[in-house]
């Protein structure tokens, strides 16, 4: 059964430095998320896109992270620099259409010292 | 605002009991509601959308209007649904999933 895969699956950094995630959606999913889950919370969307065009990041800090899915398969997230508050889990999630169910990854999971 | 509650962090019954998750949400336009459920060690995933009506797991539902509340429920809880379950609210537009999530319950289930 095909599963979104995410790596790595866990990073730990210092603040200040750069870190990216990457994630490999469902082969054939048009639709890929990024959301970030802070502990004891539920997640919360940072960027959507529809194939390689972002339709919603209205939640993305744009000081300090960016996301691209430049052929519109897999995608990556950065943040630069990172900071104290970004320690959290990062997950992907990817749908075949904007309507349809979302499948999510095992996480990366961020922390930053 | 656009706002999901789950007011209870943790809750725990026992086998055979029966189980109610509390879900409120705050929206203004025509809600479109979802139960999500990370079971231990794996990813989350869709338990049951309102609009499919449909019982998961013996797993069902009913989304309020008049309450604003979408509460799951089992009549039998059973040791396999421990687990950590989420409600989640779509406040994207023509139907497109933008969701926003509730904090979370975690269910335990004891013996």
């Known amino acids: 059964e095909a599963e979104v895969a995410q790596s790595p699956r866990y990073k730990i950094t210092e603040k200040s430095q750069a870190v990216a995630f990457w994630c490999d959606p469902i082969?054939?999913?048009?639709?890929l998320y990024w959301y970030r889950q802070i502990l004891g919370q539920g997640p919360e969307l940072l960027v959507q896109f529809q194939d390689e065009s972002v339709v919603d990041d209205s939640q993305l800090p744009k000081d300090r992270f960016s996301a691209e899915r430049l052929k519109g398969v897999d995608s990556t997230l950065k943040i630069q620099p990172a900071e104290l508050g970004d320690s959290a889990m990062y997950l992907c999630?990817?749908?075949?259409?904007?309507?349809?169910?979302?499948?999510f990854g095992p996480g990366t999971r961020l922390t930053v010292l | 605002a656009q706002r999901v509650t789950q007011p209870e962090k943790l809750l725990s019954v026992f086998k055979g009991a029966p189980v109610e998750l509390k879900c409120n949400y705050s929206y203004s336009g025509s809600p479109e509601l979802f139960w999500y459920v990370q079971y231990s060690r794996q990813r989350l995933q869709l338990l049951l959308r309102?609009?499919s009506r449909e019982s998961i797991k013996g797993f069902t539902a009913d989304l309020n209007k008049g309450e604003t509340s979408f509460h799951l429920k089992k009549p039998f809880a059973q040791e396999e649904d421990s687990a950590m379950y989420y409600c989640?609210?779509?406040?994207?537009?023509?139907?497109?999933?933008?969701?926003?999530f509730g904090q979370g319950t975690r269910l335990t289930i004891n013996p």
């Open positions: 309102h609009i």
């Open positions: 082969s054939g999913h048009a639709t």
């Open positions: 989640a609210l779509n406040v994207g537009v023509e139907g497109a999933q933008k969701l926003v």
């Open positions: 999630a990817s749908s075949r259409w904007r309507t349809d169910t979302q499948y």
